[in-house]
């Protein structure tokens, strides 16, 4: 790559993100929006790869797949202000004054779902532990397979409503009790080492949080963030290493293998949407990997066969000249495994629903009276939109359930309250 297409690339993303957030926020009034979220992580990854990276050994990210990326990020663009012209943008901003109300409301059912999803984290971590063989397998693939999947881990997709929720309201009060939950969760999510669930869990939680304005959002915490996910990112792999002692797993080779590992995990998404463009299988042409929740879903629950299908792409390509460190990906960000899997036209009409989708939960979340479960769904959608660049996570279970449990959870505890409420006043009454 040249050094004039080099600078291009660079002029050309910051002038698409600065010309997004501008429009974006004239519009809208705010700077965290579903596109924002989605282009600047994008952008400045790009930009660091361009600029630093390639000095480094990596790979540039050429202009043909970031004018693809970019017209991704146009049609998801469009979308959205398609449907909100189509709502006529009949939403308030503020939302402070609701605060007490929403957390007197949801409170007690939120400590008791997270109380339930630590205890079965805990005891299917201690389940998962003696099926593998004891803490020497903390870091295997079959404690990952034991840890990962049964009943008691889908029982654990309840830390995400309560962890996002409850982390507003320790902001709120600052009760010690409730930042307690807030770790336990945390640790039963840390200690499967995935990193996506470990940086989405805090995302949604900081959009939820700023949602409500009891965050604000500025460069200097930005970059505060940066370091915090590059420390949970070095602990989750620590501990595996604990395995072989902590004083080796602090040492200076492995610390230096996690870094490499680190910007490997943070290029790779941009780098490996680049060089895919450069490889004669793709793309496949083959949808079912895309909407692969709602095919299994099918074949399981009501063909009842086995069959699942494989969404993780087994194909490895390096992304830089330096095979000294594990500098490979299998993940292309979202764009990437949309073109891998149905091509340009594809990707753009996929994008412009998705981009429809995120902002009619904006709306949703943002509207008069607005339900709580709408507001966490459109936080924790941010957080994945916010990962774009690393990969396409939309077609994982994991994502879908989680989405049902915001909106059952909630929903559970209002009609709860409804009959609780009548039965107390029909007792009164009598």
């Avoid at 596109?35 to 000095?55: A, E, K, L, Q």
């Avoid at 929403?102 to 005891?123: D, E, H």
């Avoid at 034991?146 to 995400?160: F, I, Q, S």
């Avoid at 709602?294 to 992304?319: Q, T």
Wanted: aromatic share 20%; with cysteine; net charge positive.
């Amino acid at each position: 790559m040249g050094i004039f297409e080099n600078i291009t690339s660079v002029v050309l993303l910051l002038l698409f993100a600065v010309t997004v957030s501008y429009f974006s926020y004239r519009r809208e009034g705010l700077f965290i929006t579903p596109i924002n979220v989605m282009v600047w992580p994008y952008v400045i990854v790009s930009i660091m790869v361009n600029v630093v990276g390639i000095h480094f050994g990596y790979f540039a990210v050429h202009l043909k797949s970031i004018f693809f990326v970019l017209s991704c990020m146009t049609f998801f663009g469009i979308g959205g202000i398609l449907i909100q012209k189509f709502l006529n943008d009949d939403y308030e901003i503020e939302q402070q004054h609701k605060l007490q109300d929403m957390f007197t409301q949801y409170r007690s059912a939120f400590i008791i779902v997270g109380i339930i999803a630590i205890l079965a984290g805990f005891i299917h971590f201690y389940h998962a532990l003696n099926q593998v063989g004891g803490w020497v397998q903390i870091a295997s693939r079959e404690f990952e397979e034991a840890y990962g999947k049964g009943l008691l881990a889908h029982v654990m997709v309840l830390n995400r409503p309560a962890f996002l929720f409850l982390a507003a309201y320790f902001l709120y009060r600052k009760r010690v009790s409730v930042l307690a939950l807030l770790v336990l969760m945390f640790v039963t999510v840390l200690v499967l080492q995935i990193k996506n669930n470990i940086i989405t869990i805090l995302l949604g939680a900081f959009y939820f949080s700023y949602l409500f304005k009891l965050v604000k959002f500025n460069l200097k915490k930005a970059f505060v963030y940066a370091i915090v996910i590059f420390v949970l990112f070095n602990v989750s792999y620590i501990i595996g290493y604990t395995r072989i002692g902590v004083s080796n797993a602090y040492s200076s080779k492995i610390q230096e293998y996690l870094v490499h590992l680190f910007f490997s995990y943070l290029f790779g998404g941009p780098i490996g949407t680049s060089e895919i463009f450069n490889y004669a299988q793709y793309p496949m042409y083959s949808m079912k990997e895309v909407f692969a929740v709602p095919i299994n879903l099918y074949n399981v629950l009501l063909l009842g066969s086995s069959d699942i299908i494989e969404i993780i792409i087994r194909h490895w390509i390096p992304i830089s000249t330096n095979y000294r460190f594990f500098h490979s990906t299998n993940v292309f960000g979202l764009f990437g495994m949309l073109y891998a899997f149905i091509g340009v036209y594809g990707s753009l009409i996929y994008m412009f629903f998705l981009g429809v989708f995120a902002y009619l939960l904006k709306y949703l979340s943002y509207k008069k009276n607005a339900f709580v479960g709408f507001q966490l769904v459109y936080t924790f959608f941010l957080s994945y939109l916010t990962l774009a660049f690393f990969g396409l996570f939309f077609n994982i279970i994991i994502v879908s359930e989680v989405i049902v449990v915001m909106l059952i959870v909630p929903l559970i505890n209002n009609v709860w309250k409804m009959l609780w409420g009548s039965i107390d006043a029909y007792s009164v009454g009598t």
